[in-house]
């Protein structure tokens, strides 16, 4: 796996509150992502880094911001959670733009 | 209509059986193409990586690209009960712009029984 931790492994929160997941890398990859796996979608991107402070959006990224304050850690927030957003979120890094992703393994997020 | 489509099964199997998975696409800019495996409760793994078209083998696995079709399979030989598991395609575009960014398929669920 890379080496890469996802904090907390599983979190049950009510609508309306912030979330903060966490996902740290101890192998010096410089990018990292975000992505949420829902049944009959997939994974799904909702936001990247390319590099330390560098991030931009993917394809589900509505309710979501993260930061990315050193190369190891890549923090993803729901700013007021919704029930549409109860799903696992999965983090990966990757060490050129074109290598393939190494994947942690998820969080598994409920908003009742 | 998505990008990569892939058929969810459920695929049933019996130990030993040659396992066919596919996945076809739309964007034609794809040049990066994987395969990963993914057991429950846990986040995919690379299985296999390739660029633009043609065949990759690897012991069991090979994973072949038509990219002129658009389409792309994975298949298992002499399959085994550990190879129960969902299998993700995935690919990239590529280039400085992409960033490694993946559109995955929605998975195939395998089931090899004994």
């Known amino acids: 796996d890379a080496g890469i931790t996802q904090s907390p492994r599983h979190k049950v929160t009510e609508t309306g509150t912030p979330v903060t997941l966490r996902c740290h890398q101890t192998e010096n990859h410089r990018y990292m992502y975000w992505y949420r796996q829902d049944p009959g979608h997939g994974l799904r991107l909702i936001h990247y880094?390319?590099?330390?402070?560098?991030?931009d959006k993917g394809e589900v990224s509505d309710g979501y911001s993260v930061s990315r304050s050193k190369t190891e850690d890549f923090l993803l927030t729901l700013e007021s959670a919704t029930s549409s957003q109860t799903s696992v979120y999965f983090c990966?890094?990757?060490?050129?733009?074109?290598?393939?992703?190494?994947f942690g393994n998820g969080t598994r997020l409920t908003v009742t | 209509q998505k990008e990569v489509e892939q058929d969810p099964g459920p695929l049933s199997v019996p130990e030993g059986a040659i396992v066919s998975l596919n996945c076809t696409y739309s964007?034609?800019?794809?040049?990066?193409f994987m395969w990963y495996r993914q057991y429950s409760r846990k986040g995919p793994e690379l299985l296999m990586y390739?660029?633009?078209?043609g065949n990759k083998e690897d012991g069991r696995f090979t994973a072949q690209v038509d990219k002129s079709s658009k389409y792309i399979s994975l298949f298992i030989r002499d399959s085994q009960p550990s190879d129960s598991a969902t299998y993700l395609c995935a690919m990239s575009a590529g280039g400085g712009t992409s960033y490694g960014k993946l559109t995955f398929g929605q998975g195939t669920i395998l089931t090899v029984h004994p």
């Open positions: 964007n034609s800019a794809f040049q990066y």
């Open positions: 390739t660029y633009s078209s």
């Open positions: 880094s390319y590099g330390v402070k560098d991030t």
């Open positions: 990966a890094t990757g060490t050129e733009s074109n290598s393939p992703l190494h």
